[in-house]
Structures are given as structure tokens and as C-alpha cells.
């Protein structure tokens, strides 16, 4: 994908271009912004049009040798850092030192990305200041992160940071309608709850966030129907279907308090029980129920500790 065909980072987007055309570039840069709105994927996309072969300027051509290798993750002076929950630990930063001082071995430009930038522990940052101090001039490091309060302020300080906000609800609709062809109420309905991420729209997807059966709401909201035992996997199961009931109720409950026509509801026949139950929540409620439930979907596919999960969604749902 080129800097043209990326949706929902214009700004950013045209920030970069105007350094490439101007030909005035740091050397370190800093992505901020939330999980799942597309910092990797302009970071990558920086990566080929710095180093593409083909006549533009400031976007790849995404068919040159130089773009096809790092499509492919296979470009030799491209190198990409760190998961989602390891600590990037020093050896890894020496060894990007002592790659980042050789020449670039076919780029105009070596190309560090460093993702989620947070996990770089303390003797990590230390050792990586001399570099992003004086980085070498035939090279670009950029730095991703979701979580900024957590790198050293003496990193953030050395780089040009740019910041990515969450992507607008219509841009999400399209980017789900038509390259993930999700069908186009329930894109709505993503694009409502994922605060801005589109990872976070694919992920709850993925979880099955959309699924429905036709248990009643007042059930659900029974404490003893979240009484789930041991953390088995056949637990989590159970537990990820009754959350997207849970899920499904409190969209419709959103849905009719903002005014929604009922055909669009998920439970259009049971429009009483939703008048009478959205009474008891404000919007600011009905949102954060909606989190919670989303991270609690989130969580459960991280083996997190499933009576923890349930303890705290109960404390934001049934308080009232
Ligand atoms: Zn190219």
C-alpha cells in the first residue's frame, strides 16, 4: 500500500511528504498515537517510498524491487523491532547499533522501526540514546508507540514525534466495508465501538463480537450467570459468547437512546425492554460498559486471569 491509497492519516501522511520533497529529514522519528490506527503501517510505508525506485518522489510505486522486498518483509537494510508484550532487551539494541553503523547494503536509507517503543527497558533506553543522538546520516529510525508516558522522556526529546489520532467513524466504515468486506450495519456498529482503532474493530470482530443469540438482557445481567469456575478453555468460550450478548443488548440499548430507527436494532422486537432498561444508564455509562466489555474480550484472548475479568466487568455493569 502507498501514502496515497492509506486512509484516515492524511495529516501525518502529508507531514512526511513534505520532508521528502523538501529533502530536509530527521533522522528519528516518533509515531504516538493508539493501538490499531495505522502508525506501523505509514512507518512501513515511509520505508519504500524513502528507499523506492520508482519516479515519485514522496509515495512508493509498491512494484519496484526495493518496495516488492520490504511488501515482503525482506528487505535487507528494513528492520523491524519488537512484539506486542516482550521487553525489547539490550542485546536487541546492539544489535541494531552495530547494523545501523555498517552502510546500507542496497538502500538509500537503513530503516529502523521500533515497535511499541514502551517495551524498551531502562537499560534498553539508555543504550539506545548515543544512537538516537547521533544517528548516522544514511539512516531513519522511527519509533511507534500507543503508550508514550512510558519511554524516557530523554528518548522522546531526540526525536521528531508525530502524533496519529484514532481514525474518524466513517473512514472506519469504508476501510471495513470495502477492504474487509464486512457487511455494512455491522461495520457500523464496529466503527461505533472501537474508540478510533481499526486493529481493535478486527479484533472484536474476530472474537465474534457481532454474534447474537436471543437471551434476554435481564439474565445476563444476573451475577450468577457470569458464574464460569475454572479458567478452562471451554470457560473462556462460554464466557466470550454471553459477552457478546451481553454486547449486543447494550449496542441496542446505545442505538435507541441516541434515537435510532428500531429496524436497525439487533433485538427490534424486545424495543420495550430497551426503552425501560436505557433509562438506567447515561450515555458516559453506556460507553463505559462498552469498553469494558470490549477489553474484557480482548483480555480473555490473552489468558488473563478470566475471575479477574468478570470481577471487574461486574463492577462497572452491575453497580447499578
Ligand atoms: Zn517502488
Known sequence: ???RDIKGQEKIIEVLRNYMRASRLANTFLFVGPEGVGKKLVAQTFAKALNCAGQQQDDSCDQCGSCRKIDANQHADVSILGSDDEEIKIEQVRQLQASINLR????????????????LNPESSNAFLKTLEEPPQDSVIILLTAKPKMLFKTVIS????????????????RILINEYAVERTQAHFLAYFCEGSLGKALRLKEAGFLKNDRRGLEELLRPSCWNIGKSTEQNRQFLKTRLNMLAGWFRDMYMVKIGLAHDGLIHAQEQ??????MKRYSFSELD?????????LFNLERNINVKLLIANLQATIWKN
Open 104 to 119: 546500507p547494503y542496497e538502500a538509500r536509507k537503513k530503516i529502523f522501526i521500533i515497535d511499541n517503543a514502551h517495551n
Open 158 to 173: 531526540r526525536c521528531q514525534v508525530l502524533r496519529f489520532s484514532g481514525l474518524a467513524r466513517d473512514v472506519l466504515d
Open 1 to 3: 500500500m502507498a501514502f
Open 288 to 296: 463505559g460498559i462498552f469498553n469494558t466489555i470490549c477489553e474484557t
Open 272 to 277: 420495550e425492554e430497551l426503552l425501560r432498561m
